[in-house]
């Protein structure tokens, strides 16, 4: 069993950087895949990120490359998404997730744990 802790949400400025972060219990977190999904108003729940257990060729979603990035410390337990260069359409509820094949995909039921979620606002 893993439960997934998110922080680091907030409201900022568009153009803005935030760091959110994805803490994780259990001792075999270090072979998990992890991925970073976001879900706006009215809108289905996409990938953002991911990244596999040995964090080799991250994913990225379109909109967010060269802007976001994720990386992870299994020291910590913990999965970070740097966020640079923030817009208004960033504005979602950030998830992160974990994933017992290690594979780090972008597809959403490929994951088998969850956490609740950090509101991160874009002002324009």
């Known amino acids: 069993q893993v439960q997934l802790v998110e922080s680091g949400g907030g409201l900022v400025q568009a153009g803005g950087s935030l760091r959110l972060s994805c803490a994780a219990s259990g001792r075999t977190f270090s072979r998990y895949g992890v991925g970073w999904f976001r879900q706006a108003p009215g809108k289905e729940r996409e990938a953002v990120a991911a990244?596999?257990?040995?964090?080799?060729?991250?994913y990225y979603a379109d909109s967010v490359k060269g802007r976001f990035t994720i990386s992870r410390n299994n020291g910590k337990n913990t999965v970070y998404l740097q966020m640079n260069s923030l817009k208004p359409e960033d504005t979602a509820v950030y998830y992160c997730a974990a994933q017992r094949n290690g594979l780090g995909s972008s597809w959403t039921y490929d994951y088998d744990y969850w956490g609740q979620g950090t509101q991160v606002t874009v002002s324009s």
């Open positions: 990244i596999s257990w040995s964090a080799g060729s991250p």
